[in-house]
């Protein structure tokens, strides 16, 4: 391609449909511990859910996938979804319940830009829950080039805000 194209800037990514090995398990997860809810639900074949009343943002299904087991770690594909929690104390909220109910998480960092956890659903697919910091806090060099990073997410600090 010889001409440049750039995405309109207002552009968003809408939902995830993940292929998983079973509904009712996969919905133990994203419907009771994540908290979202059903939309629409196909029998044990497929299931549509959302956060305040939208479509779907995951979508889940079993037509390929039925009692398979999980995808390899080390193969192409999905890395994770990430879930985007409107303000830190809701993700501090979404923590909490984690350590409650002990889910186990598989990491936890500051970018600089966004606060994130990271753990796995019932089928090892990567989830990320984060929360973006105020655009104007994000770090940037003396040429305004956004400089993310990896470091220690303080989870006791976060769990403050619980």
């Known amino acids: 391609m010889t001409e440049t194209y750039q995405i309109p800037a207002q552009t968003a990514i809408g939902h995830v449909h993940l292929k998983v090995a079973n509904i009712e398990r996969a919905l133990t997860f994203y419907r009771d511990l994540l908290g979202f809810e059903v939309t629409e639900q196909m029998g044990d074949d497929a ?13 889940l299904n079993t037509w390929y996938s039925r009692d398979m087991p999980a995808a390899p770690v080390r193969a192409a594909g999905l890395f994770h979804l990430a879930i985007l929690y409107p303000t830190r104390k809701d993700l501090a909220q979404i923590l909490k319940r984690l350590l409650d109910h002990g889910y186990k998480i598989d990491g936890a960092s500051d970018h600089g830009v966004s606060q994130a956890l990271y753990l796995r659903d019932p089928d090892k697919n990567g989830v990320e829950l984060y929360w973006d910091c105020p655009r104007n806090e994000w770090p940037r060099d003396g040429n305004g080039k956004l400089q993310m990073t990896t470091e220690r997410l303080d989870l006791n600090a976060l769990l403050a805000l619980a």
């Open 47 to 59: 299931v549509f859910l959302s956060a305040g009343g939208y479509h779907h943002h995951i979508g």
